[in-house]
């Protein structure tokens, strides 16, 4: 079981991806964006105001019992979350088990329960203006937003919730990696560190 975790746009997608090309169907993922709380009994001004990079916004309860279903064999029904509208539609992603369990997110360490089932946790760190430039990108192209919007959530909560959850997040990991860095360079850290847990755990290396 793998956390990768660091702020926003720092680069933890493009990693987790990468881990998935080199270890092909040996590797599940969960996303813990997935796992925001359904927020279709508010209006969408109220919705607007929610803080969705504060740890209370995400459904933990839920990303744990997927963990432990996908830890002992049984696949997990992810939850297909609307991010335009923030809520769930109503449908289900199927996530099959395998021999890694990724788990990508901001937050992923900022929870004592998940921390205990990770066998290797990996923050990403990178710079705010690059954070908030990838952001930018991923927002406006995939989520529907504006880049005004886009920056003013970074600045009322993205970036005061970094420092508060997401940067002492820092001192819980097994590696600190560079996510302006050389991404092969990256994986074979991660996957050294894999192997090296492996053989610790009599599984194969």
């Not at 493009?14 to 270890?23: F, I």
């Not at 199927?94 to 066998?119: K, S, Y």
Request: with cysteine.
């Amino acid at each position: 079981m793998v956390g990768v975790v660091g702020g926003s746009g720092a680069g933890k997608t493009t990693l987790v991806r990468g881990l998935v090309d080199r270890l092909g169907s040996g590797a599940s993922v969960l996303w813990f964006d997935e796992y925001y709380h359904d927020l279709v009994h508010l209006s969408p001004a109220e919705r607007a105001m929610v803080n969705f990079d504060h740890p209370d916004s995400l459904d933990v309860d839920l990303l744990l019992t997927h963990m432990a279903a996908l830890l002992a064999g049984r696949p997990a029904e992810v939850p297909v979350y609307d991010f335009s509208t923030h809520t769930r539609t109503g449908g289900t992603r199927r996530v099959e088990p395998g021999p890694v369990v990724v788990v990508d997110g901001i937050l992923v360490l900022a929870f004592p329960a998940i921390r205990g089932c990770l066998d290797v946790s990996v923050f990403v760190d990178a710079p705010p203006e690059v954070r908030l430039a990838r952001r930018l990108d991923r927002d406006v192209q995939e989520r529907g937003r504006t880049p005004e919007s886009v920056r003013a959530q970074f600045a009322a909560t993205v970036a005061p919730m970094h420092e508060a959850f997401v940067s002492p997040c820092r001192t819980f990991a097994d590696l600190v990696l560079d996510g302006q860095g050389d991404l092969s360079a990256n994986l074979d850290l991660i996957l050294d560190r894999l192997a090296d847990v492996a053989v610790t755990s009599g599984g194969p290396a």
